[in-house]
């Protein structure tokens, strides 16, 4: 996480921006772009030209200076040939939930007014083809080892998929998970288990049983008693 001023740069055009957190702050940038909702029109439409986004850091400092920091750097670029910023000063427009009541619903409308016949940019078919790295998937598997979920969590897992059952699948769709199959390895190949792993799988094989037996048994005494 890096706290300082930044620059966007787009062709030949470029913007300049302070966060507390310039990598959160540039993936903001992004995700206004790709639907095309950017709040700086300058910088929406060198995008819809070059379809491509760097940025570097211009210089870190702390967050109480960020404005100071910012605001040398657009008295030096503010005005120039390419600088897509529309204010000279580094000041920010309050965020929604700092609005007044009113101002929000005027904030609302002018937004719908802007999407309203607009057909929004495909982000899914954006990432199509791309792959995280190696070393990001290992971050994340990291980060979740050891992680277990609460009694609550599962609890509510369990009872949104309650009543749901999976389609039937097409012929084609099973030809295609077929082919996907075939040739593959399951990794027991020429392997056997051990006596006390067959003994496990039996006695919970039996457990299963059971309880399916006496789930039946229930429903059938519960019909009984109905009736």
């Known amino acids: 996480m890096t706290c300082g001023v930044y620059r966007i740069e787009m062709g030949h055009h470029y913007y300049i921006g302070s966060s507390s ?34 940025y570097s850091v211009l210089e ?18 503010f005005g120039k040939s390419g600088c897509m910023n529309l204010s000279p000063l580094a000041d920010r427009p309050p965020t929604y939930y700092e609005l007044s009541p ?9 937004m719908s007014a802007t999407k309203t016949g607009k057909k929004q940019p495909n982000i899914s078919a954006a990432k199509k083809g ?29 009872d949104a998929k309650k009543g749901k059952k999976l389609g039937p699948c097409s012929e084609e769709r099973k030809a295609a998970i077929s082919a996907g199959k075939k040739g593959k390895s399951n990794g027991r190949e020429g392997k056997k288990h051990s006596e006390e792993s067959k003994a496990l799988l039996s006695q919970r094989a039996k457990e299963r049983a059971a309880r ?15 009736s």
């Open 21 to 54: 957190n310039i990598e959160q702050r540039i993936q903001q940038h992004r995700y206004g772009l790709l639907k095309g909702t950017h709040c700086n029109n300058r910088v929406q439409n060198a995008w819809n030209k070059y379809q491509t986004l760097d």
């Open 60 to 77: 870190e400092c702390a967050e109480e200076v960020l404005l100071r920091a910012e605001q040398k750097y657009l008295d030096e670029h």
């Open 102 to 110: 009113e101002k929000q619903v005027e904030w609302s409308a002018n």
């Open 130 to 158: 791309k792959k995280h790295s190696k070393e990001w998937c290992a971050n994340i598997s990291a980060g979740m080892m050891g992680k277990t979920l609460s009694e609550e969590t599962k609890a509510k897992i369990s």
């Open 212 to 226: 399916r037996r006496a789930a039946r048994e229930a429903a059938e005494n519960a019909e009984n008693a109905e």
